[in-house]
């Protein structure tokens, strides 16, 4: 009798204590995918195939910026990206050899998207063309929120491709879309060491500034060129510089006065009398050679007539910053820019270059050329 | 019967239990006092899904199966199966019900892990149990 049960012990102890454990949200969506099958309405024994082939891993889902849920059944493999800041997202996730096609806009700038720029094009990032998008057979689309419209995309596409809506080009939301981006493409580690960086920088500049009291922050203009109808026309809230500024410690002095992109009259520019003028510029950034564009810029706003008693150009604090630099993953290096050109004391100990080269180096696949060639802002201090 | 007879016969009900287990989907019923429990053991790691179809005069009360993978729609059961090895439901009726089901397999067997279910294994202990236990009672 004793070896009998030695036996049966011996049989317990090779029974696992736990086949399959929690497996979070990959079991939920599996499961109702499959309960969906089972009642006629889900999305298919293909999808369902996959998502068993590739479980726990797979399915993913997400929300996305237009507030639909998107759900992948296998890793995104093939990835077309519809503008040049999903690509520039997919260049800091480090997953660019996987995007099989680009919006049209991506093969012009060879040198922010050297590994994009030979992929195949699918048209505009507001007006795609179906038919190729079909033959790349892609697993995943990333486009904006608002273009191209349904009409033009969602509804001529099949199920089995997942459309995720992501802007990337407003300040405020860029982490959480980035997050967004690498759960679905199975990224994380590389979207948390963006983030690391991305908050180490807020967190230094946010230190930096708090030092500096209410009435000494600096009170900047934003200028914008020309004004359509009238004298200048600026940035106020809800604009990318506004949130640059704001984020940096200074004070947009036309917040309050207009909204969004508008046009405010000269005088008003002269009686504001502010201390700093940051120029925002469509040149530049990733194109070399652009500085003369920059430099005349800064000299038609420093002589327009009456402006010369402001403060800013009379201490000659007026600055051009690109918009390939304030906008997308390089958001936190024009923070850093511009809260040092308002207190450059605070950061007397920052070797802004070494950051800038950083960011280059960690999080683009730029090309080496640009990072001495192209002009992100204009002068240096 | 000798010892070396004895552990030879244990190792083939061993593997006999397991060869059955992992065959496939397999329905047993065991009662008490107006409930019927359905039993269904499940091919081993099995991802799929199973629609049972309860016949008149069967109510469904309960099942043992998480209840985000179970849907009940009428008198169809819907179980999503992410590789458990039983589901066991209960029906409130008399004698034995005539339910149709239908399976949905998605995984193959090339797929599934070798531990993903202690099933067969469970059924093996079971059964050697009760061949010792014959042979021990024989042999006295």
């Given at each position: 009798m004793r070896w009998f049960v030695s036996l049966l012990l011996l049989l317990l102890l090779v029974v696992p204590a736990s086949a399959l454990g929690s497996v979070g949200d990959s079991r939920i969506l599996l499961a109702e995918g499959i309960l969906g099958e089972l009642k006629g309405?889900?999305?298919?024994?293909?999808?369902?195939?996959?998502?068993?082939?590739?479980y726990p891993a797979y399915p993913r889902a997400v929300i996305d910026s237009a507030g639909v849920m998107t759900t992948l059944y296998r890793p995104a493999d093939r990835i077309i990206v519809m503008n040049s800041d999903a690509a520039d997202a997919i260049s800091v996730l480090g997953i660019d050899d996987r995007v099989v096609g680009v919006g049209d806009v991506?093969?012009?700038?060879?040198?922010?998207?050297?590994?994009?720029?030979?992929?195949?094009?699918?048209?505009k990032y507001n007006e795609p063309d179906i038919e190729a998008i079909m033959a790349l057979r892609p697993d995943l689309?990333?486009?904006?929120?608002?273009?191209?419209?349904?009409?033009?995309?969602?509804?001529h596409?099949?199920?089995?491709?997942?459309?995720?809506?992501?802007d990337f080009y407003k300040a405020d939301a860029f982490r959480d879309e980035l997050s967004t981006l690498a759960h679905i493409t199975g990224t994380s580690d590389a979207a948390t060491e963006y983030i690391e960086w991305y908050d180490g920088i807020q967190t230094l500049v946010n230190e930096r500034i708090s030092r500096v009291p209410d009435d000494e922050r600096a009170r900047?203009?934003?200028?914008?060129?020309?004004?359509?109808t009238t004298g200048r026309r600026t940035m106020a809230e809800g604009t990318g510089l506004h949130d640059i500024v704001t984020a940096a410690g200074g004070i947009n002095v036309a917040a309050g006065y207009v909204t969004g992109y508008a046009d405010v009259e000269n005088e008003w520019v002269i009686k504001e009398r502010p201390d700093l003028v940051l120029i925002w510029s469509p040149k530049g950034g990733y194109v070399p050679g652009e500085e003369d564009l920059f430099r005349e810029a800064r000299d038609d706003l420093m002589t327009m007539p009456g402006f010369g008693n402001i403060p800013a150009i009379r201490d000659d604090e007026v600055y051009v910053?690109?918009?390939?630099?304030?906008?997308?993953?390089?958001?936190?290096?024009?923070?850093?820019?511009?809260?040092m050109l308002l207190y450059p004391d605070e950061f007397a100990d920052i070797d802004f270059n070494e950051v800038h080269q950083e960011y280059f180096s960690r999080f683009t696949q730029s090309d080496e050329e640009i990072r001495t060639l192209g002009t992100f802002y204009y002068p240096e201090r | 019967m000798n010892r070396m007879r004895q552990s030879l016969l244990i190792i083939t009900a061993i593997m006999l239990c397991t060869g059955i287990a992992s065959a496939g989907l397999d329905r047993t019923f065991s009662y008490d006092d107006g409930l019927v429990f359905v039993h269904l053991s499940l091919p081993e790691g099995m991802i799929g899904g199973i629609s049972e179809e309860i016949p008149p005069g069967f109510t469904y009360l309960k099942t043992t199966h998480p209840s985000d993978q179970v849907e009940i729609l009428g008198r169809t059961i819907h179980f999503a199966v992410i590789g458990e090895d039983t589901i066991t439901y209960t029906l409130q009726g008399q004698g034995e019900p005539a339910i149709s089901g239908r399976l949905l397999l998605l995984s193959g067997d090339e797929e599934i892990p070798a531990e993903?279910?202690?099933a067969p294994i469970l059924g093996a202990i079971g059964a050697s149990s009760l061949c010792l236990l014959m042979l021990w009672r024989r042999s006295r």
């Open positions: 309405d889900g999305p298919g024994m293909a999808a369902l195939q996959d998502a068993a082939t590739w991506i093969p012009t700038r060879p040198l922010q998207f050297p590994t994009m720029t030979g992929v195949q094009s699918i048209g689309l990333i486009s904006y929120v608002l273009w191209p419209d349904a009409e033009k995309l969602d509804r596409l099949p199920d089995r491709i997942g459309i995720v809506k992501l900047v203009f934003i200028d914008y060129g020309s004004g359509r910053i690109s918009s390939a630099f304030g906008f997308g993953s390089s958001s936190p290096v024009a923070v850093l820019r511009v809260a | 993903a279910s202690p």
